[in-house]
Structures are given as C-alpha cells and as structure tokens.
C-alpha cells in the first residue's frame, strides 16, 4: 500500500496509512503514514475500544493537514489500551518437565516433549473446528518441529520444498508452530483466547520459543540476505525480542 501512494499522489490523490512495522515503511517511504505500536493484525488497537480506535483514525487523517514532506511518517504516542474486563491469567493446559534448556540437546527434547504434550489438545481443536491455519508450509508438525531444530543447531537443512527457498520454509514453519500452539491452547474450556495473553505464553514460556529465538541469533550471522530478514523482523515479533536472553 505504501508503495501505490505514490502512483495515487502522483494524479493528485493525497494518501495516508496506518504502518504496523516501522522498519518496513521506513524502506518504502509512502507518502504520509501513522506508525502504531499495536500487534499485527489490529492496526487500530484491541477491539471494542470505539474512542481509542477513532484517535488512530483522526491522527492518521489528520497527517493529510500536514504541509511537511514529501515523506512524512510520525508515531502514534499512545500505548495500546488494555482490553475491557479483567486480565486474563494464562495457564498452560499441560506440565512440561524440567529440561536442560541451556543445551542445543536438552532444549530439542524439551520441544519435542513440548509438541508431543500439546498433541491431543490440538486434535482436538482441529476436531471442533473442522480446519487449522497450521499447514502453511506443507510439512507435518513432527517435521516442522524437526526443521526449527536444525536451524537452531546451524545445520542450515535444505528446503524440503523444491520451490522455496530454505529461508522461506523456515519463515512458514516457524508459523506453523505458532498456530499449533494457539490452537492446541485455546481447546482447553475456560483457557483465555485474547491474542496478547497467548503471545505472551508462548514467547514467555515454551521451549518452542526458546528454539526460534536460537533461529533468530543464527539468522543474524548469517551471509544470506533472506535469513539476515528473518533474523532481523519475521521470526519474533517486535513486542517479544525484549525476552530474548
């Protein structure tokens, strides 16, 4: 969308947006942009807060009043606001075992363990459901779980899709785990589905995280360009790089 406000401004449409990722727009340079620090997937806040969500409208506008240029691109100085009712507390439906997480074997079983733990719940889910957003990338979850680990051993595995690049199979697979995780989490009766109380489980307690995160540290001393973007914005959200120890 940034980059069609140029061709918009350039037959005298003035154009604005809503930018999720700073880095991004920064690169594309559109015309005028609101950068907001809310999750992907809700450029306007949480939902069901109509007053917050029109103050994001109205400073996005707003940028349309602005005689600066030609590239404007200006925070939103406003937290994301809390849902309405109580905070959840998240729990996890399952007790995973104590591991040796600060080693490249003990956090693998520990992921193995993690998945395997989480398995019937997600059946489950895809029962009730009838459908899973967790096969973007074509593999099972056994062996998506077995391509995070080598990744995050540094074996570099060659893409087990002939048509992708490795760097984007690993982008689709870390995917999949997430999506597996959610649904297996949200089978449980009277679990929390509010995506921030998810996000924060998952990042903050599962060994599965702890696996990306290794991935990411990798991807950043990488030479190739696609894994050094992984490494850099697609693997961990920006919200969760501050638990990466």
Not at 3 to 22: A, F
Not at 81 to 89: H, R, S, W
């Amino acid at each position: 969308m940034g980059g069609l406000g140029h061709y918009l401004e350039e037959e005298g449409i003035p154009t604005t947006q809503i930018s999720l990722i700073r880095e991004h727009t920064e690169t594309i340079r559109p015309p005028r942009a609101l950068w907001v620090p809310f999750e992907l997937g809700r450029p306007l806040g949480p939902p069901h807060q109509p007053e917050s969500q029109r103050r994001v409208l109205l400073a996005a506008l707003g940028l349309l009043e602005r005689e600066a240029g030609p590239v404007i691109l200006e925070d939103f100085r406003e937290e994301s606001p809390l849902p309405d009712g109580e905070p959840a507390i998240l729990a996890c439906p399952v007790s995973f075992a104590p591991a040796e997480l600060d080693s490249e074997a003990g956090l693998a079983a520990a992921f193995r363990r993690e998945a395997a733990s989480l398995r019937a719940w997600y059946d489950l889910a895809l029962e009730e459901r009838g459908r899973t957003t967790a096969n973007a990338s074509g593999l099972t979850i056994d062996q998506a779980v077995q391509l995070l680990i080598d990744f995050s051993q540094g074996k570099n595995p060659a893409s087990p899709n002939p048509e992708l690049e490795p760097g984007l199979v690993l982008k689709l697979a870390s995917e999949d785990i997430k999506a597996f995780y959610f649904e297996a989490l949200t089978a449980r009766p009277g679990c929390p589905k509010g995506s921030a109380e998810l996000a924060d489980w998952f990042w903050g307690q599962t060994a599965a995280a702890k696996v990306i995160m290794a991935i990411k540290r990798a991807c950043l001393k990488s030479d190739d360009k696609l894994m050094q973007l992984m490494g850099t914005l697609l693997l961990v959200p920006r919200a969760q790089a501050h638990r990466e120890g």
